[in-house]
Every structure is written in structure tokens, then in C-alpha cells.
């Protein structure tokens, strides 16, 4: 199985600050055919689903703020807030999709500082 | 727009089986793959498997082989989970998702409790 590792597991952040979260794969998500990093980033919520951000690694999804930005490619990925918001505490998983079974990394948490 | 109804929450107990409904709507059902994820308490996220209803055809992850199966009911756009087995593991929430498109079900609280 891909081995998907987070780090922080948690950040203390005030608001208007720039974040980076790392999110590191045991091997290649770079899919060469294509290439594409079958990387995708999810926030979540306290009682919610998760809520799919960026796919192929820095693809945003329609209505999520520019101010989430993924970049990475291969093995080393991360996900950067320009300038956090007090909306955006939650945890931050990375998943990848580029073979089964599917795995999640264990989440990078933000907490209001 | 796409909508995953997810079935309500369950407390069943130990050894007994269960079984979870997600009803699709607002895309082609038959088209799309299933996916079904797990979230135990305070924990991080597990893809189980996924189904695609056009055809039936599942893909597992091995370490819920025989705990899970996945169907799929074509009339009524609805896909299921049933858990077999149950031990207090398996309590956790549970969850469908169109991986790909960013669509989740609200999740079912699956309890395991004598």
C-alpha cells in the first residue's frame, strides 16, 4: 500500500497568516502516461464530510478560495493557505488516487493559536 | 445538483451484520464509481472499496475483504454497504463519495455496542 505521511499533524495559526502543510508519498503518484499526480487535498469539518479542495495535486475545485494553493509533484506535495481565515480551521487530509487502495494520509490539524 | 442520502444511524451489536444505503441523484448512477470510506472516532480516513453500478463490478481494499460487500441497485440509484461480523472496531462512520467529482454522502454512525 501507498504510505501517505502529513506533517504537522497539527498547527497553531492566527488569522491572515501564510500556512504550509507537507504531505509525502511512499512512492510516485506522477503518473507518466499523463503526467499527472493523482494527488488529491480534502478539508474537513467537526461533524461534516470531508470537502474535496485541489485534485491532481494543484487543481482547484470550482468555488474554493484561491487562496488554497497545492503544489508538489512525485512524492512531495503541500498545501499552502495564503492567508488563512478563521473558517478555515479544520483538518487537511491528502489522499492519493493513483492506486488501490486508496489512502489518506492522517491529517494536518489547524487550530486557532 | 448531486446528491449521496446516506441512511441513518445504526447501533447493532457485536457478531451481527449491517447493512447502509446510498441513494444517488442529480448524475448518471450507472456511470460513476461508488466509493465508500470509513472514519473511526478521532481518527483519520479509510477507502474500503468502491462499485460500479453499470456493471457491478468491486474493487476492495484487502484489509476489508470478507468485512465488507459492496451492491448496487440500479432501479433505484441506491448503493449499499453491508458489514458483517461487527466488533466494536468497527464502529466508526461511514461514509459514500463520488471520489472524482468531490461528492460525499453525509455519513452513517455506525455503533457497535452488547
Known amino acids: 500500500d501507498i504510505v501517505m505521511t502529513q506533517t504537522p499533524s497539527s498547527q497553531a495559526v492566527s488569522a491572515g497568516e501564510k500556512v504550509t502543510m507537507s504531505c509525502k508519498s511512499s512512492?510516485?503518484?506522477?503518473?507518466?502516461?499523463?503526467?499527472?499526480?493523482?494527488l488529491a487535498w480534502y478539508q474537513q469539518k467537526p461533524g461534516q464530510s470531508p470537502k474535496l479542495l485541489i485534485s491532481?495535486?494543484?487543481t482547484r475545485e470550482s468555488g474554493v478560495p484561491d487562496r488554497f494553493i497545492g503544489s508538489g509533484s512525485g512524492t512531495d506535495f503541500t498545501l499552502t493557505i495564503s492567508s488563512v481565515q478563521a473558517e478555515d480551521l479544520a483538518v487537511y487530509y491528502c489522499?492519493?488516487?493513483?492506486?488501490?487502495?486508496?489512502?489518506f494520509g492522517a491529517g494536518t490539524k489547524l487550530e486557532l493559536k | 445538483q448531486v446528491q449521496l442520502q446516506q441512511s441513518g444511524t445504526e447501533l447493532v451489536k457485536p457478531a451481527s451484520s449491517v447493512k447502509i444505503s446510498c441513494k444517488a441523484s442529480?448524475?448518471?448512477?450507472?456511470?460513476?464509481?461508488m466509493h465508500w470510506i470509513r472514519q473511526q472516532p478521532g481518527n483519520g480516513l479509510e477507502w474500503i472499496g468502491w462499485?460500479?453500478?453499470?456493471?457491478?463490478?468491486?474493487k476492495y481494499n484487502q484489509k476489508f475483504d470478507g468485512k465488507a460487500t459492496l451492491t448496487a441497485d440500479k432501479s433505484s440509484s441506491t448503493a449499499y454497504m453491508q458489514l458483517s461480523s461487527l466488533t466494536s472496531e468497527d464502529s466508526a462512520v461511514y461514509f459514500c463519495?463520488?471520489?472524482?467529482?468531490?461528492?460525499w454522502g453525509q455519513g452513517v454512525m455506525v455503533t457497535v455496542s452488547s
Open positions: 463519495a463520488r471520489l472524482g467529482s468531490g461528492d
Open positions: 442529480g448524475y448518471t448512477f450507472t456511470s460513476n464509481y
Open positions: 462499485i460500479y453500478p453499470g456493471n457491478g463490478n468491486t
Open positions: 512512492q510516485s503518484l506522477l503518473y507518466s502516461e499523463n503526467k499527472k499526480n493523482y
Open positions: 491532481w495535486a494543484s
Open positions: 489522499e492519493q488516487y493513483y492506486d488501490t487502495p486508496y489512502t
